[in-house]
C-alpha cells in the first residue's frame, strides 16, 4: 500500500509522524512524508497515487481536495479540538489548539465532494473525545483516537556512555507556555548537587544546558542517566488528558521516568512515578538517585507494558481496524519485532 503523510513542521508532531510512518513501512507499505511548505498537492499526489493519506484538518486547501476527489484514498486527519471544553476554554491561560470557522469549513468542503474523511483523529484517550471533539461527532465524523506511542527504531536499545553519564537528563525546548510548567518543575532539579545535563534546540540560559542532541544519540543520552524527568503544559495537568510523546519513548528504552501528574498518563503509564506537586516530584528524584538499586525493577516492567501496548504498530492496527484497511500485515510484522525486543 501506498501511504502519504502530511508534514507542516519540525516539531513534536513530525516525530509522531513519523514514527507512524517507521512502523508503516516496516509492514511493507510505501511512505512518503510530504512536507506540505516545499511541495504542492498535485506533485505529492501524483508522484505516490496514495492509497492512505495522513493529514491534518487545518491544512485542507482547494487543491487537496481536489487530489483526494482525483485519487480517492482512504484519509485520515487529525482534527482540532471543538467540542464543549473548548467552547468555554480560556484561551489565554490554554492556548490549545482549536478548530476555526474556516478549518471546519474546509473539512466540510472535503466530506461533502469526496466522502472524505474516513477518521478524525487526536491523540487522546477514546473517553475525552466526547467532549474535547464533540462537535465533530455531533456532525456526524467518525472520531476516535490515536494516541502519541513509541517509535521501536528510534527509542530502544539505549546504551549508557561515558560522555552522557548524568543524574538527570532531560532533552526538550524551554519555551514561553511550557515554561510555565518546565521553570516549576524542571529548573530546581538544576539547583541541586546533581550532575544534571540539558538538551534542546534553544539554549535555557543554564550552566547544565548542553547544546543539541544530535539525531541518533538520544537514546544513549536517556539511557546514560538515572532519571529522566517528563513534564506536561499547564492544561495537561488541570484537565487531565494531552500526553506527550515522552513517557512513552523514555519506557521503551528502559528508562526510569518521573512526570508530573496528569490524570490519562496515571491510567496509561503505570511504570511512569506521577507527582503531584513540584515539592513531590523534587523528593521522588532524590530518592531515586540516592538509592537507584531500588527503581531498576521498572525499567523492565515498564518496557514490557510499553512493547505490548503503546507503540505506532499498536495504534496504526487500531487506525486500520477503524477504517476497514487489512490489519493482519502490521500485526504479523509486529509480533516478528517484539520477539526481538523482548528476547
Not at 511493507?28 to 492512505?52: C, E, M, Q, T, Y
Not at 524542571?186 to 544530535?214: H, R
Request: charged fraction near 30%; include cysteine; proline fraction near 5%.
Amino acid at each position: 500500500m501506498r501511504v502519504l503523510i502530511s508534514i507542516d513542521n519540525y516539531f513534536a508532531h513530525y516525530f509522531i509522524r513519523k514514527g507512524i510512518g517507521h512502523a508503516l513501512t516496516a509492514c511493507g507499505h510505501d511512505v512518503i512524508l510530504w512536507d506540505i511548505n516545499k511541495r504542492s498537492p498535485f506533485d505529492a499526489f501524483d508522484d505516490i497515487k496514495p492509497n492512505l493519506f495522513i493529514g491534518q484538518t487545518y491544512n485542507i486547501t482547494d487543491s487537496l481536495v481536489k487530489c483526494i476527489k482525483e485519487y480517492s484514498p482512504k484519509v485520515i486527519m487529525k482534527a482540532s479540538d471543538y467540542g464543549v471544553i473548548s467552547d468555554d476554554i480560556d484561551r489565554q491561560k490554554y492556548p490549545v489548539q482549536i478548530a476555526s470557522p474556516k478549518e471546519v469549513e474546509m473539512t466540510n468542503k472535503l466530506r461533502d465532494e469526496t466522502g472524505k474523511p474516513d477518521l478524525l483523529y487526536v491523540h487522546y484517550m477514546g473517553e475525552r473525545l466526547k467532549d474535547t471533539h464533540t462537535h465533530w461527532i455531533k456532525n456526524g465524523y467518525q472520531v476516535g483516537p490515536l494516541l502519541n506511542a513509541a517509535d521501536v527504531f528510534v527509542f530502544t536499545g539505549g546504551k549508557k556512555r561515558d560522555v552522557f553519564a548524568s543524574d538527570i537528563t532531560f532533552i526538550g525546548g524551554r519555551w514561553g507556555y511550557k515554561a510555565k510548567t518546565i521553570d516549576k518543575w524542571v529548573l530546581p532539579l538544576t539547583k541541586q548537587d546533581w550532575n544534571v545535563k540539558i538538551f534542546g534546540n534553544q539554549s535555557w540560559q543554564i550552566p547544565q544546558y548542553c547544546g543539541f542532541a544530535e539525531e541518533g544519540n538520544e537514546k544513549d543520552i536517556f539511557a546514560s542517566a538515572t532519571v529522566c524527568p517528563n513534564i506536561h503544559e499547564p492544561h495537561s495537568q488541570d484537565l487531565g488528558y494531552d500526553i506527550v510523546e515522552r513517557p512513552f519513548k523514555l519506557l521503551a528504552n528502559k528508562c526510569i521516568v518521573v512526570s508530573d501528574y496528569v490524570e490519562d498518563l496515571e491510567k496509561l503509564l503505570p511504570h511512569v512515578f506521577c507527582c503531584k506537586t513540584p515539592e513531590e516530584y523534587l523528593e521522588k528524584v532524590r530518592k531515586i538517585i540516592d538509592n537507584p538499586e531500588e527503581f531498576e525493577y521498572i525499567k523492565e516492567e515498564g518496557f514490557k507494558h510499553v512493547i505490548e501496548n503503546h507503540t505506532y504498530f499498536n495504534r496504526m492496527i487500531d487506525v486500520f481496524d477503524r477504517i476497514g484497511l487489512d490489519s493482519q500485515p502490521i500485526s504479523d510484522a509486529f509480533n516478528k519485532i517484539k520477539l526481538d525486543l523482548l528476547k
